[in-house]
């Protein structure tokens, strides 16, 4: 992702490893046989120079790593730091009115979502979405004696600006029971509305339109926020028999807004979705962990346009990929493994009909090269140094912020120690000083302990 251009994404979906600690394998003899990634995590898996890339572009997120290194331990920091980096590579390289997608479970997505809001920013955060990811035989119910199952996955939804994001609402159908429900009233010619008359005015709270506070047919508009549509629309709406006047006894006359059955387009789709089905049957390819197409395509559907790019970074057997291409997007897919490639190669002939994969010019390119892009800030030996020492001066144990230590030769220079990479460390100010091109690191330790400060390294 470090090789993308910024700015060039509309659409991130990512679901990386969960922190599960499991180690997941298709099943021998299953088309995705010979796939598996591990996720279980710890400082050995990481490179260590993420770490002081972090301190030094990202504070705040640093403090999230630190506060999650506090409550939930070594492994869950680590985990957090490669979710950290990629994070704030999606952030970089998404368009202002592009939209992320995180998808991962209750282990982890408390952390998450606190990662994300300080590299989106809370204002773009959109939607916590629960997913009801198994049916009956949950995931969890064997230990149901002693705790809930769990069967719902969390997808956080967060926005590259919440201003600009582009959002089709999705929609689902009502069932037969809802339908008779909401439209219950009848026109003579037999078609079905419902009486939608509490959206003729904007509420109060809606704010004053000076525009929409007008006199129509002799209707007076009632609040100071005004109607909901402009007076041409209104009259428009009405001579399409969509508001209707009705004269009461006495001389009163009311206004009905109506919607008829045959224009609704369903209800709108709340933060749970309970509708779509785990993976089964022949979309089953038994890779580790494959999430259903479905919930792709509304996932696509409803943050991104025809043509536009779609990015899945922990593509898997690229069920996102799949259903980008049937919605008529571009899509690009990453994955560690070497069989997700050949699982999209079988999965996209089968499901979308494509032929030619190359490495340069085909419907599909593959790519096994790492992209490069000019402006690239490359880590560091100083970031190596941070995320070796944990943020600690390396004189008084204590810990600082990533510009508050400073690089210092463990041999000093006039004593004939050479520039190389272990012959390198960070220290504060304070010990810098106390150091100089004079004292050995025993001669400072000793030198510190004279004065007395703390030195939590021994
Ligand atoms: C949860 S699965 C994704 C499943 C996918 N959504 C699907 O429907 O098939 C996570 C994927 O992340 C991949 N992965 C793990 N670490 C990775 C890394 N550092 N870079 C890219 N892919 C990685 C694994 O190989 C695995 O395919």
Sequence with gaps: ??????????????????????????????????????????????????????ADAHPALYKVLEATKESA????????????????????????????????????????KIALDSIFGHKNFKNEISWKRSTSGQKGSQHATKKFGHNRDVILLYSRDSR???????K?????????????????DGRRWKDDSAHIWRTPGM??????????????????????????RLEEEYQRGNFEIIKK??????????????????????????????????????????????????????????????????????TACS??????????????????YDLVRSRLRREAGIEKFTKGAGEVIHRVDIPRRKGTRS?????????????????????????????DHVVPRSKGGPDADDNMQLLCGHCNSIKGGRLNMAGLKTRLMELGVGNRNG
């Design 172 to 188: 689902r159908p009502l069932t037969k029971e809802e339908s008779d429900e909401k439209f219950n009233r009848q026109d003579p």
């Design 1 to 54: 992702m470090r090789g993308m251009e910024s700015g060039s994404i509309d659409l991130i979906y990512l679901d990386p490893p969960f922190n599960s600690k499991h180690d997941y394998s298709a099943p021998i003899g299953s088309k995705a046989a010979g796939a598996a990634f591990k996720d279980t995590w710890a400082l050995n898996d990481i490179d260590v120079a993420w770490w002081g890339e972090i």
């Design 73 to 112: 331990g070594k492994s869950m920091m680590s985990y957090m730091i490669n979710m950290g980096v990629r994070i704030i590579e999606m952030r970089r390289i998404l368009k202002n009115d592009g939209s992320l997608y995180l998808h991962c479970d209750p282990t982890a997505s408390h952390y998450l």
């Design 207 to 232: 704010g004053a339109r000076p525009n929409l506070c007008y006199e129509w047919r002799g209707f007076q508009n009632p609040h100071p926020a005004g109607w909901r549509l402009s007076k041409e």
């Design 249 to 318: 006894a006495g001389g009163a006359r009311r206004l009905i807004r109506k919607v008829y059955e045959s224009d609704y387009a369903g209800e709108n789709i709340g933060n749970l979705w309970d509708d779509i089905l785990p993976v089964q049957g022949e979309e089953d390819l038994k890779y580790p962990t494959q999430k259903p197409l479905q919930l792709l395509e509304r996932i696509i559907e409803a943050s991104s346009n025809e043509g536009e790019m779609v990015l899945d970074p922990f593509c898997g057997c690229a």
């Design 379 to 407: 880590p560091c030996l100083k970031d190596v140094l941070y995320g070796r020492q944990g943020g600690n001066c390396n004189g008084c144990g204590e810990h600082f912020r990533y510009q508050n230590l400073t690089m």
């Design 164 to 170: 600009h994001a582009k959002f089709n609402p999705p």
């Design 323 to 340: 259903a980008a291409e049937k919605l008529g997007r571009k899509w690009i897919g990453i994955d560690i493994s070497a069989k997700a």
